[in-house]
């Protein structure tokens, strides 16, 4: 959920720097993630990649779009819950997007926000931004943590 990756191994695709590229590959992920799937991005190089290191030349494959659904009962365990007055949020590492897909599915708001959304909020809103939310999305566990003590001190949950 947004940090830096470090590793010593930086292997990039040769359409690194083709801003329409780019775009483009952009654009096709999040219109899958948008239905809900999750992708991964493949990339192929001709020879050993770990001793060509820099020189290695990768060559976008296209993008594996992965559909994990809800299980079948969950909508009907949402209901169950919404039917007994108890208010559910989700709360997950998914993208934004493929967290308002399977909000959707299962009965729940599609107010999911980005967890960083959260992060970055000032103090005096924070508490209004988690109430208010139907859930939240590319989380870190501390945020998760965050949400579940704000709802549960704040709001007596």
Known sequence: AG????????WKVDKIN????????????????TSGYKTIAIAVCEGNARELG?????KFAGLLPMLDPPREDTPATIESLHHA??????ITGDHANVGKETSRL????????????MRNAPSETK??????ADGFAAVLPSDK???VLVLRNHFGL
């Open 127 to 132: 508490n209004d931004i988690i109430w208010n």
């Open 3 to 10: 940090a830096t990756d470090d590793h010593e191994l930086q």
């Open 106 to 117: 299962i009965g729940l708001g599609t107010n999911v926000l980005p967890g960083e959304e």
């Open 54 to 58: 820099d020189a290695a030349v990768w």
């Open 18 to 33: 083709d801003h329409a590229f780019i775009k483009s590959v952009n654009e096709t992920d999040t219109s899958l993630s």
């Open 145 to 147: 943590r965050e949400i």
């Open 85 to 90: 007055n108890i208010s559910v949020k989700m």
